[in-house]
């Protein structure tokens, strides 16, 4: 079966930086959508970035675009997501989540599987 497995969370504070990896294992499907997306307590799940690992594809939400980027690596079906500058709005509960398609990246219900989360927290 799909399996995620988040890794790199953390503690940091203001200004610091953190890089997430999403590894994936038990795909059927060559090419795939990857989503990072949040969730901090009380608030909705936020799409953050995501990537088509057929063609690049980006998508980057605006709060977080020009300090995080997402990037591929095919060859270990993993997903990395560089997070700069953090502020202490960042901080929640990442996931990893694919789906073969989605017509909206960083919608959560076009994704199939999910991982179980990293924390992230930023102190001011």
């Known amino acids: 079966q799909v399996q995620l497995e988040e890794s790199g969370g953390g503690s940091v504070q203001a200004g610091g930086s953190l890089r997430l990896s999403c590894a994936a294992s038990?795909?059927?499907?060559?090419?795939?959508?990857m989503g990072w997306f949040r969730q901090a307590p009380g608030k909705e799940r936020e799409g953050v970035a995501a990537i088509y690992t057929g063609g690049g594809w980006l998508n980057v939400a605006d709060s977080v675009k020009g300090r995080f980027t997402i990037s591929q690596d095919n060859a270990k079906n993993t997903v990395y997501l560089q997070m700069n500058s953090l502020k202490p709005e960042d901080t929640a509960m990442y996931y990893c989540?694919?789906?073969?398609?989605?017509?909206?990246?960083?919608?959560?219900?076009?994704?199939?599987?999910w991982g179980q989360g990293t924390q992230v927290t930023v102190s001011s």
């Open positions: 989540a694919t789906s073969p398609y989605t017509p909206r990246p960083l919608v959560s219900m076009g994704y199939n599987y």
């Open positions: 038990g795909l059927t499907y060559s090419n795939y959508w």
